[in-house]
């Protein structure tokens, strides 16, 4: 695989950094900002990953959405300069693959804002040639368009590419492009779920790619 893999292709969240904080202390801000009762952090970590207006819809249903997402928005800019953090072993592996030659992207459902909130936060905003959210294509994970544009814009195939990602939506959107994809046990899904969608691998920390480019 080290030959012909020339683009490393990662999800943010649960992938390379952990937002969960942030994302808890948005959402229930904004429950007690329109009278809601508040949710525990376990089921706000399991309903991350399919987008903003997913996640609030979730927790408010119609009612009140709007504002809902207005609210949440206003306070998770904030909430992710200092409820956001590197994975073990994930600031490691990108400036490994950085040294190595490989082309870095990053396929994410967050918008584009916060997306790169996150990366000017950790100081990594330079590490990636191509960052593509949910808020730039017309259908996001787990349709393949994200990665292809991708692909596209690094003028590559899909056999020269590798997706890592944390959850079943990840997996999904792997096959979906034909894109080898590597599922890490670092976010919501567990390895039961993700074994299930038949990835190329399993990992348990994301530095683990490493090793499977060298193979």
């Known amino acids: 695989m080290a030959n012909k893999i020339q683009l490393v292709i990662f999800d943010l969240d ?8 942030a994302v808890e202390s948005s959402i229930n801000y904004m429950l007690a900002e329109i ?9 706000i970590k399991r309903t991350v990953g399919w987008g903003v207006r997913h996640l609030v819809e979730t927790f408010v249903g119609g009612h009140d959405l709007d504002r809902a997402l ?51 936060h950790l100081k ?3 590490a990636f ?26 003028s590559l195939d899909p056999d020269e590419a590798l997706y890592v990602g944390d959850m079943t939506i990840d997996v999904q959107t792997g096959r979906a492009a034909g894109v080898k994809t590597v599922a890490v046990m670092t976010g919501s899904s567990s390895r039961e779920e993700l074994a ?7 990992i348990d920390q994301v530095i683990e790619v490493a090793g499977i480019l060298d193979a």
């Not at 649960?14 to 969960?20: E, I, P, Q, S």
């Not at 009278?35 to 089921?43: E, M, N, P, Y």
């Open 14 to 21: 649960g992938t390379l950094v952990d937002a969960y904080q």
């Open 35 to 43: 009278g809601r009762a508040l949710v525990d952090d376990k089921t």
């Open 70 to 120: 207005s609210i949440y928005r206003q306070h998770h800019a904030r909430a992710l300069k200092s409820g956001t953090k590197w994975l073990p072993g994930a600031r490691e592996l990108i400036e490994k693959l950085q040294s190595r030659g490989y082309k870095l992207a990053i396929a994410s459902n967050r918008p584009t804002r916060f997306t790169h909130i996150i990366l000017k």
């Open 124 to 126: 990594t905003d330079h």
């Open 129 to 154: 040639d191509r960052v593509l959210c949910a808020d730039r294509v017309d259908r996001p994970k787990p349709a393949a368009e994200m990665l292809e544009k991708i692909l596209e814009k690094c």
């Open 196 to 202: 299930a969608q038949k990835p190329f691998a399993v």
